[in-house]
Structure formats: C-alpha cells, structure tokens
C-alpha cells in the first residue's frame, strides 16, 4: 500500500530506452526518504535527503559540462501516487 506523501517520479531515455524513477516518501520511518532506480531493476539506491541533494548537485553539474540538454529532457514531470 502506498502511503499518502509518497510520490514517483518517472522518465525515459530514448535510445537506448532506460526507465528512471525516483520514488520520495516524506512518511517513511527510515532515514532513506528517497529511492533511486534506474533500468530494469539494476541500479537501485536509497538515499537520506542529504544525500539526494548532494547527488542532485554534482550530477546537475556533471552533466551540464556535457553540453546542451537534449530534446526529450523539457518535458514537466508530474509526481504519480503509482
């Protein structure tokens, strides 16, 4: 059962075709808020809030060294309950 706060967030590579989706769950009793998956269950990493925000910060920057956002990247993500 999903708790009430907790959001997914979801997005796809084109080519080659990778599922990304972070999970945030602001109700979880664990200090591990925020849950990471990438492909097909391969890569999966929970995450304390810190530790979110520091990902988000050198992969933004990592990333943006490597020139301009491609197309598929401007699109709104809205949170689903799942």
């Known amino acids: 059962m ?8 979801r997005l796809r590579t084109p080519e080659p075709v990778t599922a ?12 591990y808020p ?4 990438v492909g097909a269950g391969r890569r999966r990493m929970s995450l304390t809030p ?3 925000w520091a990902l988000w910060r050198c992969l933004s920057e990592a990333v943006a060294s490597l020139g301009t956002p491609p197309d598929y990247i401007r699109t709104d993500i809205r949170p689903a309950r799942r």
């Open 34 to 37: 925020v849950y990471l998956a």
């Open 2 to 9: 999903t708790a009430s706060g907790c959001r997914f967030y």
């Open 50 to 52: 810190d530790e979110a």
């Open 20 to 31: 990304v989706s972070v999970r945030v769950d602001p109700d979880r009793p664990d200090p």
